[in-house]
């Protein structure tokens, strides 16, 4: 079935560079898209999100990045810390009525101090 | 405003046995979600509780079912347990059915 997946199940940054996260998703109608960030023992921790009708968000230190035509999102966060180091889940909603979220497996992010 | 709480934190069961967990919605939100997280993977979407009804379910079978009360918050209840049952159980709150869901800490489940 369709669903999200990511590139990298692990990525390792040295600290104040900058990380990128990636993440493919198949769902075409898919039409709002949300980033968690995991930290062990805890849940997850919602980031940022970005509806279709918009390629690029910001937020704090974070942006996401989405791309309809190839499917694909990314998250970048800017002067990474030694807190960011998570295990970060891209998820996907199809709207039309549909209230669940489909997640894909992480990304380990691992920060170097 | 006090965000999601979960109980137990931990349990431990044996297979065959059954199960509630509970949640307790964010302060202002009506909709709850449960999500299964196994080890090194990414939540599963179990069902959603709207109004006090079940509103939109994932690919779960019968014996995992769930109610939401008048003050919103939740229980999911899983029958005759299993091995593969054993995962970190998710709560997740929102608004109006939102999409925008916000986590509590999970409930492990470990079934023996």
């Known amino acids: 079935g369709e669903s999200v997946g990511l590139h990298l199940p692990t990525l390792s940054v040295q600290e104040g560079d900058n990380s990128i996260i990636n993440c493919a998703y198949s769902n075409s109608a898919s039409d709002y898209f949300i980033w968690y960030k995991q930290e062990s023992g805890k849940g997850p921790q919602f980031i940022i999100d970005?509806?279709?009708?918009?390629d690029k968000r910001q937020g704090q230190r974070v942006t996401v990045l989405l791309n309809k035509t190839v499917k694909h999102l990314s998250l970048q966060i800017a002067a990474t810390q030694p807190g960011d180091s998570a295990v970060y889940f891209c998820a996907e909603n199809e709207g039309a009525g549909s209230y669940q979220l489909t997640f894909g497996k992480g990304t380990k992010l691992s920060v170097i101090p | 405003e006090t965000g999601v709480t979960q109980s137990p934190t931990h349990l431990i069961k044996t297979r065959g046995q059954q199960v509630t967990l509970r949640c307790s919605s964010q302060s202002g939100h009506n909709t709850v979600s449960w999500y299964q997280q196994a080890l090194g993977q990414g939540p599963q979407f179990i069902f959603q509780y709207y109004r006090e009804e079940e509103n939109g379910r994932g690919n779960f079978p019968p014996r995992f079912s769930g109610l939401q009360f008048p003050n919103y918050s939740s229980e999911l209840n899983v029958n005759a347990l299993e091995l593969d049952d054993s995962a970190l159980y998710l709560c997740a709150s929102s608004s109006a059915r939102g999409v925008e869901q916000y986590f509590g800490p999970g409930t492990r489940l470990t079934v023996t």
């Open positions: 970005i509806r279709s009708n918009m």
